[in-house]
């Protein structure tokens, strides 16, 4: 039997759920240290969301998905055209 002063909640979760979860266990971690880990606190205002995006480890932009970004933009829609037709 476990005694503990920590509030908890059961939940039931998928067979791959919880392989997922599994994985990223570390040793000594409890399944809410894995959550918590990976479930970030919802961002309350702006401010907030700037820093979390900050705080995000990008890898670079493949060079051929940049230049085939680049050169589409100034064009103009036709989806309202063909919307009308």
Known sequence: MQSSC??????TIS????????KLKEPGDSFSDVILRA???PCATAGE??????????QPMNPGRLA??????????NRS???AK
């Open 6 to 11: 920590v509030p908890f909640k059961t939940i």
């Open 15 to 22: 067979v791959e759920a919880h392989a997922r979860l599994l």
């Open 39 to 41: 479930i970030p606190q």
């Open 49 to 58: 969301m700037l820093r979390a995006f900050r705080m995000v480890d990008l």
């Open 68 to 77: 085939l970004l680049r050169s589409g933009r100034g064009r103009r829609s």
């Open 81 to 83: 055209r063909r919307l």
